[in-house]
């Protein structure tokens, strides 16, 4: 086996490293702090092995575009912060309704509104799940290193063409901005999916919204390929034209979600850590992760028996594990950068079995392992 | 010349037709006349990709049997932009409305017409927002009616050959609905030049504009488009206020510049000795 | 083993710091320590106080900022006015000789030498004052080895500028020696 490269590597470049280990060959985008990097980088780097970049006239138009890259056939990707997150809504929702695979990269600053362009925020947990319209599948995932951010960016392509379906990943202007060490994996390491696509025999029969017999997911033919197909916004019936009937767009937005609500097992990631005896658990996710880390590793020194757990899928949430957790463990603490926002999910699954408190830091900075620490003996 | 049927047969989803439009309504001249172009060109079908926004107008590629993306509102060219960059030997051609076009796409339009890439800009223009239900568009001449303009309309209208013209765009033509011959011939050279073109095609929309502005019936909207268009080569032959009612058909633009995928395409020769 | 270390870097924007930090970040990975680097990133970074950090552990690294600096540099009055009470009560104070220095402070170690002078009139450009530095900051603390530093600066600089910053390195290692400018703690 090859010797894996070392190296110091920021955030914001290992998602666009990951992103070119994972096949990506378009990006469109508009340039916003914290995220201008990735854009940056793949301006330079996408030509390189023959892929497009494009900036685009504004938010809405980069990921617009991204989609219609991948209704060529490549894997593609767009980036963005806060208010162009915003900007973006409409379209996710179009890409997951459409069954279109897409990369959305939002490295959290501090809003709402411009907010504090500049500074590490966790307040768009919520945004990712509900931000679009209506119902709809929702991937989201957040890493807690520059290792990490390499990792989940090759992940967030593969489900994203696992399961035709636009992939959010919500890094935070902590771990989009700092540079650490990296051990790069080789590729003969890395799994990379591929979208499963028709063959070309079935051109003349091709339905672009049915799933083969037992499965979720349609095979996705690229334009340019023969298959002459009509893609939509609109509730649609199995070639892709627009419906009204009242069963047919149930049964649609029923798979769409199936594809996700399916596969959680597949989908969601987690991490635990000093769980043998833990008596309280803090639940972090993203920057914050690394506070808890530290607060925790404290606690144990001085005898407090917490456990940790990293959530690395943010969504779907990781219900099961926390339900299971929640029967032992009867003090769970959510530290994140926000008012309340991912510890109102973990007070819906543990229900009234255990006390969930919240520690909300919204003043641009990080918590500090000092916070969560004294937060800890303040619950103990 | 092909028989109509023939033409259906070869560029239409013959199974989802009938179309949703009102009776009297243009726009199913304006998708024919499109599909012609494309049959005389003798395009590849496989390399044709239709791409529209949301409205009336932007029903249409659901009938046309192409690659088809029918996008969300005023959105359409920034993803008709992806698709070109990503897979340049595709044909695109943009199907849209006055209020997806101009309104809330506008800043679309001039992008797409800036750098000049290579897509066909196809504008129904009926001058209002018929999906809706009839309010005033950047289109909606000033001083006429819509239900958001219950006492006339105090916005100007855009002239959309200006705008595209303005903004850098490198085909700009104007037809109409009635002028079908002349439409088809239009789209015809605006798909043929390399770089961002637009047609301005004027439809009529008797359910929604000409009820609220008394323009009669369909037969006598299209007989305004007949009376009242005057082709650009005969401008100067009337004098100024006989101009004044009318307007203007005909080519006004056919230049070549510089396209965008071309000069992305020189960027990608550029790096390819630092491909590893 | 190096035990966690925290240095922070402050002066005004385009002194080269998060260049500085990074430097030495790759330094210690060099070392096969760990290393984070991360900087204040906002319109001061084009201007006014800013500040580069860098944490060096050879255990894993959880908090990725600098809690109660180990190190702390300062090249402007501004930035000592605002990063002083974040220095560790056993840490150590590097400042430029422009910098007013409140000695009524308890602070355990402080070094106060000539860097900017040193970088623009006897190295030559004013820009070379952030590899003066770090030159000085490993001769007072030994976090990152010498090679190391000298292989990492020579990585980044841009082509052509090598002999210049090797020389800015060199005198920021000669400064560490130089006992005038050592003061013994204030306490």
């Given at each position: 086996m090859n010797k894996r490269q070392i190296k110091l590597m920021q955030g914001n470049e290992a998602c666009v490293e990951g992103a070119l280990a994972a096949g990506i060959k378009f990006y469109a985008g508009y340039p916003i702090t914290p995220s201008t990097e990735i854009a940056e980088l793949c301006a330079e780097k996408l030509p390189q092995v023959g892929g497009k970049f494009i900036q685009m006239e504004d938010e809405i138009a980069g990921i617009a575009a991204t989609i219609g890259g991948s209704l060529t056939g490549l894997k593609s990707m767009t980036a963005t912060s806060g208010p162009g997150f915003s900007l973006k809504q409409e379209n996710i929702g179009y890409a997951a309704l459409a069954e279109i695979p897409c990369v959305i990269v939002n490295v959290q600053r501090a809003g709402p509104s411009t907010g504090l362009p500049t500074a590490p925020s966790q307040g768009d947990i919520m945004q990712a799940k509900w931000g679009t319209h209506g119902d709809h599948p929702v991937i989201a995932l957040s890493p807690t290193s520059v290792r990490e951010t390499y990792d989940l960016t090759i992940k967030a392509f593969n489900f994203s063409e696992k399961y035709r379906t636009p992939v959010i990943l919500l890094l935070d202007e902590i771990i989009g901005h700092m540079r650490e060490k990296v051990e790069i994996p080789n590729s003969d390491e890395i799994e990379i999916i591929d979208r499963l696509k028709p063959s070309v025999e079935d051109a003349d029969e091709y339905m672009a919204y049915k799933p083969k017999k037992g499965e979720l997911v349609p095979p996705m033919a690229a334009f340019g390929e023969g298959f002459n197909f009509h893609v939509t916004g609109l509730m649609h019936d199995d070639f892709g034209f627009p419906t009204n009937d009242a069963n047919i767009s149930d049964q649609l937005l029923r798979r769409i979600m199936k594809k996700i609500d399916n596969n959680v097992n597949d989908i969601t990631m987690y991490e635990e850590e000093f769980m043998e005896d833990a008596e309280f658990l803090v639940l972090a996710y993203g920057g914050t992760y690394r506070s808890a880390r530290s607060a925790v590793k404290k606690a144990r020194l001085l005898g407090y028996k917490v456990g940790l757990f990293k959530a690395l899928t943010i969504w779907p949430f990781p219900e099961k594990r926390i339900r299971e957790i929640s029967n032992k463990i009867k003090k769970i603490l959510v530290p994140e950068m926000n008012l309340g926002q991912y510890v109102l999910e973990v007070e819906r699954v543990v229900k009234n079995e255990s006390e969930v408190h919240h520690l909300g830091k919204v003043n641009g900075e990080a918590i500090t392992p000092e916070e969560i620490l004294s937060k800890i003996r303040e619950v103990l | 010349m092909n028989t109509g049927s023939q033409l259906i047969k070869n560029n239409f989803r013959v199974e989802k037709?009938?179309?949703?439009?009102?009776?009297?309504?243009?726009?199913?001249?304006?998708?024919?006349?499109?599909?012609?172009?494309?049959?005389?060109?003798?395009?590849?079908?496989?390399?044709?990709?239709?791409?529209?926004?949301?409205?009336?107008?932007?029903?249409?590629?659901?009938?046309?049997?192409?690659?088809?993306?029918?996008?969300?509102?005023?959105?359409?060219?920034?993803?008709?932009?992806?698709?070109?960059?990503?897979?340049?030997?595709?044909?695109?051609?943009?199907?849209?409305?006055?209020?997806?076009?101009?309104?809330?796409?506008?800043?679309?339009?001039?992008?797409?017409?800036?750098?000049?890439?290579?897509?066909?800009?196809?504008?129904?223009?009926?001058?209002?927002?018929?999906?809706?239900?009839?309010?005033?568009?950047?289109?909606?001449?000033?001083?006429?009616?819509?239900?958001?303009?219950?006492?006339?309309?105090?916005?100007?209208?855009?002239?959309?050959?200006?705008?595209?013209?303005?903004?850098?765009?490198?085909?700009?033509?104007?037809?109409?609905?009635?002028?079908?011959?002349?439409?088809?011939?239009?789209?015809?050279?605006?798909?043929?030049?390399?770089?961002?073109?637009?047609?301005?095609?004027?439809?009529?929309?008797?359910?929604?504009?000409?009820?609220?502005?008394?323009?009669?019936?369909?037969?006598?909207?299209?007989?305004?488009?007949?009376?009242?268009?005057?082709?650009?080569?005969?401008?100067?032959?009337?004098?100024?206020?006989?101009?004044?009612?009318?307007?203007?058909?005909?080519?006004?633009?056919n230049t070549t510049e510089p396209e965008y995928t071309d000069e992305y395409n020189k960027i990608l020769e550029k790096v390819k000795h630092l491909h590893k | 083993m190096v035990s966690r270390k925290e240095i922070r870097l402050s002066g005004s924007g385009g002194q080269g710091l998060i260049l500085g930090g990074i430097i030495l970040a790759e330094a210690a990975i060099l070392d096969g320590n760990n290393a984070v680097q991360s900087q204040s990133y906002g319109p001061e970074a084009r201007g006014g106080a800013s500040k580069a950090e860098v944490i060096v552990s050879s255990k894993a690294i959880d908090y990725p900022k600098v809690e109660k600096a180990d190190v702390l540099l300062a090249l402007t009055q501004i930035a000592y006015n605002k990063y002083i009470n974040t220095l560790d009560s056993n840490g150590i104070l590097i400042i430029d000789s422009t910098i007013e220095h409140d000695h009524n402070r308890n602070i355990h170690k402080v070094i106060q030498a000539p860097i900017l002078s040193i970088a623009s009139n006897k190295v030559g450009r004013a820009m070379v004052a952030n590899i003066v530095a770090i030159g000085l900051i490993q001769q007072l603390t030994n976090v990152v080895t010498k090679n190391s530093l000298e292989t990492a600066v020579l990585n980044r600089v841009p082509k052509g500028t090598e002999k210049l910053n090797k020389s800015a390195l060199l005198e920021g290692y000669q400064l560490a020696k130089n006992k005038y400018y050592l003061e013994a703690a204030s306490v």
């Open positions: - | 037709l009938p179309h949703i439009w009102c009776p009297g309504c243009g726009h199913g001249i304006l998708m024919r006349a499109v599909t012609e172009a494309i049959e005389n060109l003798n395009l590849d079908k496989k390399k044709v990709c239709i791409v529209s926004g949301i409205g009336c107008s932007s029903r249409a590629p659901g009938y046309m049997d192409f690659n088809t993306l029918h996008t969300t509102h005023g959105r359409a060219l920034a993803f008709a932009t992806g698709i070109k960059l990503a897979k340049p030997e595709l044909k695109v051609i943009v199907i849209t409305g006055d209020g997806d076009c101009t309104a809330i796409g506008g800043n679309h339009l001039i992008h797409a017409a800036r750098r000049n890439i290579d897509i066909t800009t196809i504008v129904f223009n009926n001058n209002i927002y018929g999906m809706t239900g009839g309010q005033y568009s950047p289109t909606t001449p000033k001083n006429e009616f819509g239900t958001t303009a219950p006492f006339g309309n105090i916005d100007k209208a855009f002239d959309v050959c200006k705008l595209a013209d303005g903004a850098g765009a490198t085909y700009v033509a104007r037809g109409t609905a009635y002028h079908v011959k002349q439409l088809i011939k239009l789209v015809e050279k605006g798909i043929n030049n390399k770089g961002f073109s637009l047609i301005d095609a004027i439809s009529i929309c008797p359910t929604y504009y000409g009820r609220k502005n008394k323009k009669g019936l369909a037969v006598d909207m299209m007989n305004y488009l007949k009376d009242n268009a005057v082709d650009v080569k005969a401008v100067k032959k009337f004098q100024k206020e006989i101009l004044e009612d009318k307007f203007v058909i005909g080519e006004f633009k | -």
